[in-house]
């Protein structure tokens, strides 16, 4: 054999000694890289350790760790969607729950954990919405597949509240249910309703009068002079009221809808009562009432707009007047309290009967129609939105046929 040979067959041994070498550390990598895989799958080590570039398996582990990038970006967009969705959840004054086909609460958010009164999860739907309108659309959703929609008042808080049932689309048989409280958006809906009823019923009044009037003036009144004139007195009264009216409710709408800007300056409180007094002397006299200031003059200076709060002081005293019987007597008191100035209205008149207290500052109320002495219902309305935009709060105080307290305070520091 020539040398020629033997060094061929050297080299090929050789070639076969080192590509079994090299084909034995490739597998002991892939070995330990398919063993580090695993490691990450089952979660005993972090999957961002993998590692990438390894040799003799570039391709594969720069693959690996790709995917590793691309699924750990999809996973941290789910994670803050997460946050966000459940942030909105918390937020949410809707109930939200989701219950399971057998009707066990699978989830529920912080509001409907309110409104179940405790925990909610693990609990049965029946028991978390507790009234039979609401638990029977939950049924009729479950029987049908379909949605519904259902309201009920909740007779212990008549709370009003609306239920949506949505069959879950990605659990068989199980639901979502959201329940929305509704109580405000009625409660204004019947107070618009009350208002325009209200309205109407006080316009018509002086309006039937004035036509009634008009009437007998046109059949034959207007040939009796004197009686004509006492019918167009009458008429022209009539016209006052509803002239009255018409600018309290513009007033009124005008204050509700913060139109009103308030062109505070420091005052004494005394200063404010004793013209308010003067103002109302001639009234009080007429009906044959006392009026007297009661007040400290070293109370501290308040900061409001004068003319308005001598209005809630005329509104309060020609309430006074008009409910007190003659010999009476109508105070006009300040005094300074933790909350600020306390200003107070007192007569000795009638009184208010105790159901109706809390009512009289609403719009139009009347404690007694007989015995309203034509008043539109307006004035404490005015008066109360009249403090509160001063930072205030009004109340009374009554004793029937003894008389009424009308209280009012006015912070000593406000913006
Ligand atoms: P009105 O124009 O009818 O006086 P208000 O809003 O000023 O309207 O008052 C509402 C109702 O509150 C009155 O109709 C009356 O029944 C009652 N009221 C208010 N002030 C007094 C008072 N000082 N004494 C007795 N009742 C009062």
Same mark, same amino acid.
């Given at each position: 054999?020539?040398?020629?040979?033997w060094?061929?067959?050297?080299?090929?041994?050789?070639?076969?000694?080192w590509?079994?070498? +090299?084909?034995?550390?490739?597998r002991?990598?892939?070995?330990?890289?398919s063993?580090?895989?695993r +490691?990450?799958?089952?979660?005993?080590a972090?999957?961002?350790g993998?590692?990438s570039?390894?040799?003799?398996?570039?391709?594969?582990?720069?693959?690996?760790?790709?995917?590793?990038?691309?699924?750990?970006?999809?996973?941290?967009t789910?994670?803050?969607?997460?946050?966000?969705?459940?942030?909105?959840?918390?937020?949410?004054?809707?109930?939200v729950?989701?219950?399971?086909?057998?009707? +066990?609460? *699978?989830?529920?958010?912080?509001?409907?954990?309110?409104f179940?009164?405790?925990?909610?999860?693990?609990?049965?739907?029946?028991?978390?919405?507790?009234?039979?309108?609401?638990? *029977?659309?939950?049924?009729?959703?479950?029987?049908?597949?379909?949605m519904?929609?259902?309201?009920?008042?909740l $007779?212990?808080?008549?709370?009003?509240? *609306?239920l949506?049932v949505?069959?879950?689309?990605?659990? *068989?048989?199980?639901?979502?249910?959201?329940?929305?409280?509704?109580? /405000?958006?009625?409660?204004?809906?019947?107070?618009?309703r009350?208002?325009?009823?209200?309205?109407?019923?006080?316009?018509?009044?002086?309006?039937?009068?004035?036509?009634?009037?008009?009437?007998?003036?046109?059949?034959?009144?207007?040939?009796? $002079?004197?009686?004509? /004139?006492?019918?167009?007195?009458?008429?022209?009264?009539?016209?006052?009221?509803?002239?009255?009216?018409?600018?309290?409710? &513009?007033e009124?709408?005008?204050?509700?809808?913060?139109?009103?800007?308030?062109?505070?300056?420091?005052?004494?409180?005394?200063?404010?009562?004793?013209?308010?007094?003067?103002?109302?002397?001639?009234?009080?006299?007429?009906?044959?009432?006392a009026?007297?200031?009661?007040?400290? $003059?070293?109370?501290?200076?308040?900061?409001?707009?004068?003319?308005?709060?001598?209005?809630?002081?005329?509104?309060?005293?020609?309430?006074?007047?008009?409910?007190?019987?003659?010999?009476?007597? &109508?105070?006009?008191?300040?005094e300074?309290?933790?909350?600020?100035?306390?200003?107070?209205?007192?007569d000795? @008149?009638? @009184?208010?009967?105790?159901?109706?207290l $809390?009512?009289?500052?609403e +719009?139009f109320?009347?404690?007694?129609?007989?015995?309203?002495?034509?008043?539109?219902?307006?004035? &404490?309305?005015?008066?109360?939105?009249?403090?509160?935009?001063?930072?205030?709060?009004i109340?009374?105080?009554?004793?029937?046929?003894?008389?009424?307290?009308f209280?009012?305070?006015?912070?000593?520091?406000?913006?």
């Amino acid at each position: 054999m020539s040398w020629f040979l033997w060094v061929a067959i050297a080299l090929l041994a050789a070639t076969l000694v080192w590509s079994l070498l +090299r084909h034995r550390a490739l597998r002991r990598r892939l070995e330990q890289y398919s063993a580090a895989v695993r +490691r990450a799958a089952d979660g005993n080590a972090p999957v961002s350790g993998l590692p990438s570039d390894v040799a003799g398996l570039e391709d594969i582990s720069n693959a690996v760790a790709a995917l590793n990038a691309a699924s750990d970006f999809q996973l941290s967009t789910l994670e803050s969607e997460r946050a966000r969705l459940a942030a909105v959840l918390d937020q949410m004054t809707d109930a939200v729950l989701i219950a399971d086909p057998e009707g +066990r609460v *699978q989830f529920a958010n912080p509001a409907a954990e309110r409104f179940g009164r405790g925990q909610a999860i693990g609990r049965s739907i029946s028991e978390v919405l507790r009234h039979h309108q609401l638990i *029977q659309a939950w049924q009729r959703s479950q029987e049908s597949g379909e949605m519904q929609i259902e309201s009920a008042e909740l $007779p212990p808080t008549r709370q009003f509240v *609306q239920l949506i049932v949505i069959p879950d689309q990605y659990a *068989q048989g199980g639901t979502l249910v959201l329940v929305q409280d509704l109580t /405000r958006v009625r409660r204004l809906e019947t107070v618009r309703r009350d208002f325009v009823s209200n309205l109407s019923h006080e316009l018509r009044t002086p309006l039937a009068s004035l036509r009634a009037l008009a009437e007998t003036l046109r059949d034959g009144a207007l040939e009796d $002079p004197p009686a004509a /004139r006492r019918f167009l007195d009458q008429m022209l009264i009539e016209v006052d009221a509803l002239s009255q009216m018409v600018a309290e409710l &513009l007033e009124l709408s005008r204050i509700e809808a913060g139109e009103v800007t308030l062109e505070r300056k420091p005052v004494m409180p005394l200063e404010l009562l004793s013209s308010t007094a003067a103002r109302m002397e001639i009234q009080a006299q007429r009906a044959g009432l006392a009026l007297r200031v009661d007040c400290p $003059p070293d109370l501290p200076q308040i900061r409001v707009d004068a003319s308005r709060l001598e209005q809630v002081l005329v509104n309060l005293i020609h309430n006074a007047v008009k409910f007190t019987r003659p010999g009476g007597e &109508l105070s006009l008191l300040a005094e300074a309290t933790a909350e600020g100035i306390r200003f107070a209205v007192k007569d000795t @008149g009638i @009184g208010i009967p105790l159901d109706d207290l $809390p009512r009289i500052f609403e +719009r139009f109320y009347k404690s007694d129609r007989s015995r309203s002495g034509g008043g539109t219902g307006l004035g &404490l309305s005015i008066a109360r939105h009249l403090v509160e935009s001063h930072g205030g709060r009004i109340w009374a105080e009554s004793v029937e046929g003894q008389g009424s307290t009308f209280y009012f305070t006015i912070p000593l520091h406000q913006s």
